[in-house]
């Protein structure tokens, strides 16, 4: 079964730190372009962040530039999502995605998040993150 799970989510504190996971089962995943994305209670959905298939280079929205950082580990099967010094506008529920098309995953992460899940072949469930003391 083709799946992404997600994990590490939960409750911090202003200005503290999380790494979410995603693990791939089913497919390789070293062969497609991961993306996080989130969804604040009452927003709409927004990308985040993405990362290449081939050399790690990677891409990040304005607001968790230089606060987040993504990465992945092949031999895992595995991309994660490290977060620090998180804002309470950063709570949401975090999804992470699979595509073979950088282009297809680049538009969704810039400009179409809220149809990611119609357009990109592999789509999690969502992990929760709160941000609040």
């Known amino acids: 079964q083709v799946q992404l799970v997600e994990s590490g989510g939960g409750l911090v504190q202003p200005g503290g730190s999380l790494r979410l996971s995603c693990a791939a089962s089913?497919?390789?995943?070293?062969?497609?372009?991961i993306g996080w994305f989130r969804q604040a209670p009452g927003k709409e959905r927004e990308g985040v962040s993405c990362?290449?298939?081939?050399?790690?280079?990677?891409y990040y929205v304005d607001s968790v530039k230089g606060r987040f950082t993504i990465s992945r580990d092949n031999a895992k099967n595995t991309v994660y999502l490290q977060m620090n010094s998180l804002k309470p506008e950063d709570t949401a529920v975090y999804y992470c995605?699979?595509?073979?098309?950088?282009?297809?995953?680049?538009?969704?992460?810039?400009?179409?998040?809220?149809?990611?899940?119609?357009?990109?072949?592999?789509w999690g469930q969502g992990t929760l993150v709160t941000v609040s003391s």
């Open positions: 089913g497919f390789t995943a070293a062969y497609y372009f």
């Open positions: 995605a699979a595509d073979r098309s950088y282009r297809r995953l680049g538009h969704t992460i810039v400009a179409d998040a809220k149809e990611a899940d119609r357009y990109l072949e592999v």
């Open positions: 990362i290449s298939s081939s050399d790690g280079s990677a």
